[in-house]
């Protein structure tokens, strides 16, 4: 079963439509939310999917707006396995923020750390470097997964000196150096995304089944064939499920 670990489900028009097309197609999705009173909300509507899970999140753009929700984030924090989408978002209309959202992401962590550890997916869009700071001084919060990373060749060394894993989607093949970064990537950290419905190629919305395009780019990418590939990063799936406490979905 391949797992989409990044996908906005409860932002798409129809996503019980969206959910429900997963469960038939085979497809584990990772529902990731912007804010901890969206999670409550799709939790609700979507518990009875058993290849979906919710991840409890607050979204850097929403900082700002959304602090207040934090400790309702640190209230559920314990009785969930995943934490996203969560991080740092350095750009120029959010730089100004960046000094709450790093007490924000800081917080997220220590909360983690305090409770053994999370599987988390994590933005870091031109704030990698802070992102990967705050990793660092809390090495206990789980396992962070970078979605979507578009760092440069030293802050992806430092990523995997802090033993990060990373989310790809058919989007970042559409350009070399997007290719280039995933190629760089170690093989054994990379699990599989969409970005859905903010994820599109060719101008085409992603759903959750997209992730199965990827294979074959990977395959490409590491000279071997699409079932080595796919048997490579349902290995590395599995690794996700059990550090979370799952059982194979």
């Not at 097309?21 to 497809?27: C, L, N, Y």
């Not at 305090?114 to 206990?140: N, P, Q």
């Not at 989007?171 to 990537?185: A, D, E, K, N, Y």
Request: glycine fraction near 8%.
């Amino acid at each position: 079963m391949m797992a989409d670990m990044h996908c906005h489900l409860d932002l798409y028009p129809d996503y019980v439509r969206v959910a429900q097309d997963a469960r038939t197609q085979g497809i584990w999705v990772l529902a990731v939310t912007t804010t901890p009173k969206a999670w409550h909300g799709t939790r609700e509507r979507l518990n009875s999917f058993p290849n979906i899970q919710v991840a409890v999140g607050l979204h850097p753009e929403l900082v700002q707006s959304r602090a207040h929700e934090l400790p309702l984030l640190e209230s559920v924090v314990g009785g969930t396995a995943f934490i996203g989408e969560v991080g740092l978002d350095g750009s120029p209309e959010l730089r100004k923020h960046i000094g709450l959202q790093q007490k924000i992401f800081r917080q997220i962590l220590c909360s983690c750390e305090r409770a053994g550890g999370k599987v988390l997916t994590i933005h870091s869009r031109r704030a990698v470097t802070e992102v990967l700071a705050c990793i660092e001084e809390r090495r206990d919060c789980g396992l962070p997964i970078l979605h979507w990373f578009t760092g440069s060749k030293s802050e992806l060394e430092f990523a995997k000196r802090l033993d990060c894993w990373f989310s790809v989607g058919p989007q970042m093949f559409l350009t070399p150096v997007g290719i280039q970064r995933v190629s760089s990537m170690p093989r054994d950290r990379i699990l599989l995304e969409t970005d859905g419905p903010f994820g599109k190629v060719n101008d085409q919305v992603l759903t959750p089944a997209a992730v199965q395009q990827v294979i074959g780019m990977l395959g490409e990418i590491w000279r071997i064939s699409p079932e080595d590939a796919q048997l490579q990063i349902e290995n590395n799936q599995q690794a996700i499920w059990r550090f979370a406490g799952i059982k194979n979905p």
